[in-house]
Nanobody, 130 residues
Framework: QVQLVESGGGLVQPGGSLSLSCAVS????????IGWFRQAPGMQREGVSC???????YYKDSVQARFIVSRDNVKNTLNLQLDSLKPEDTAVYYC????????????????????????WGQGTQVTVSS
């Protein structure tokens, strides 16, 4: 059974940083397409940053140069470093994994298509406020 458990969310002031982690069980993180998504109140879920099994990455334009996605193959986790946080980054952050491997899709296509991902964590709240 595949399970994803996020941690690391919290309340931070604008300009601050957070480190999110997604503990993955049932699959190995470097063998599947996996990513981070977020959903703010009243908004659709959107892809923030994703990494495909081939190592290619995608970042939403508004987080480029502020967020960094990485995999830890030893701990089997997916991580997201959030720097220079802004109030508009406030949302529930989810990690998700795509268990199907065909058709092979680019990370750009996948991360912009949350419905392509099969398994989701419960989410962790990130609030950016002074």
């Amino acid at each position: 059974q595949v399970q994803l458990v996020e941690s690391g969310g919290g309340l931070v002031q604008p300009g601050g940083s957070l480190s999110l982690s997604c503990a993955v069980s049932g699959i190995t993180v470097d063998d599947y397409d996996i990513g981070w998504f977020r959903q703010a109140p009243g908004m659709q879920r959107e892809g923030v940053s994703c990494i495909n099994r081939d190592g290619s990455t995608y970042y939403k334009d508004s987080v480029q140069a502020r967020f960094i996605v990485s995999r830890d193959n030893v701990k089997n986790t997916l991580n997201l470093q959030l720097d220079s946080l802004k109030p508009e980054d406030t949302a529930v952050y989810y990690c998700a994994a795509r268990l199907t491997k065909t058709p092979a899709l680019s990370v750009w296509t996948l991360c912009r298509s949350p419905y392509e991902y099969d398994v989701w964590g419960q989410g962790t709240q990130v609030t950016v406020s002074s």
